[in-house]
């Protein structure tokens, strides 16, 4: 069965940080393309950044770009996510999904993505 939980959520003030981690069973994870997505009060899924098998290419959303980043540790099946310099902006769900940057021209990405974590709350407060 395939599971990935997350952790690390939690509450900060603007310009704080937190590091964000994913942990994966159930499927060969150092293969697999993988990515952090997350999902504001009311709003879309929107996709945050993604990292291939050997963690060697990393890819941000414009929106978090030079703020955030994305790694992985193949030996310990996880994935993580830094969070730098946060705003209230960035409050949201954190969802660890398999796959990667999905094509701009989905109206929804939640089917790209073959599997989901429960997520993991992220609140920057001003």
């Known amino acids: 069965e395939v599971q990935l939980v997350e952790s690390g959520g939690g509450g900060v003030q603007r310009g704080g940080s937190l590091t964000l981690s994913c942990e994966a069973a159930?499927?060969?994870?150092?293969?697999?393309?993988m990515s952090w997505v997350r999902q504001a009060p009311g709003k879309e899924l929107e996709w945050v950044a993604s990292?291939?098998?050997?963690?060697?290419?990393?890819n941000y959303a414009d929106s978090v770009k030079g703020r955030f980043t994305i790694s992985r540790d193949n030996a310990k099946d996880t994935l993580y996510l830094q969070l730098n310099s946060l705003e209230t902006e960035d409050t949201a769900m954190y969802y660890c999904?398999?796959?990667?940057?999905?094509?701009?021209?989905?109206?929804?990405?939640?089917?790209?993505?073959?599997?989901w974590g429960q997520g993991t709350q992220v609140t920057v407060s001003s």
């Open positions: 999904a398999r796959g990667g940057r999905p094509p701009a021209s989905l109206s929804t990405i939640r089917r790209w993505f073959t599997a």
């Open positions: 159930g499927f060969t994870f150092r293969t697999a393309i």
């Open positions: 990292i291939n098998g050997g963690g060697t290419v990393p």
